[in-house]
């Protein structure tokens, strides 16, 4: 009973009393038959007929209050941290007065020049001054990455609206000959 009471408490608590029952009627079956190595016969049939009667008519009676009673609760830890602690306040903002409007954001420009040679001029990652770094020095390489993209597409797209060209044109003289 004690191997019945921690396996259907302890080891799985999920059980029901039907899974219980038939783990009790499986060690019942072990010890009530002899088949060395396997199982010993300890229970005549008659002793068997009384155990399972006990069984029923007490342990099983009452199992689920047996199951509410000693199967572990979960438990909820709760940590908490103290809410006291100095808070440091954010930095102010700038006044929207001395912001500047979007549409002069946007019309701005930024002139690149196209040439290979000075391409290589512009700041690339490998050349800042991680020391000197500037709001001013981010956008100006942010910029120039942009740039570069721009440029890398722009041929990209020249290149394929070339092809496109050259297959109607050769389609268009294809048709008329």
Known sequence: MKELFQASFQDHPH???KE??????????????????????VFSFDDV???????????????????YVFTPKPVLRL????????????????????AVPESELLAREVDWPEDAAEEDARPSLETVDL???TPESIQRAIQA????????????VQEQL?????ALTDKLASLDA
């Open 15 to 17: 059980w029901r009393w």
């Open 49 to 67: 007929a009384l155990i399972t009667d006990y069984a029923l008519t007490s342990f099983y009676r009452h199992f689920k209050l047996y199951q």
């Open 145 to 156: 990455a942009l740039h570069a993209q721009v440029i890398e597409l722009r041929r990209a």
């Open 131 to 133: 020391d000197e770094v």
């Open 79 to 98: 940590d908490t941290t103290d809410i006291f602690r100095p808070v440091e306040a954010p930095p102010p903002v700038e006044r929207l007065t001395a």
């Open 20 to 41: 219980s029952l038939a783990f009790f009627k499986q060690r019942l079956l072990d010890h009530s038959v002899q088949r060395p190595p396997f199982s010993v016969q």
């Open 162 to 166: 070339g092809e496109q060209e050259k």
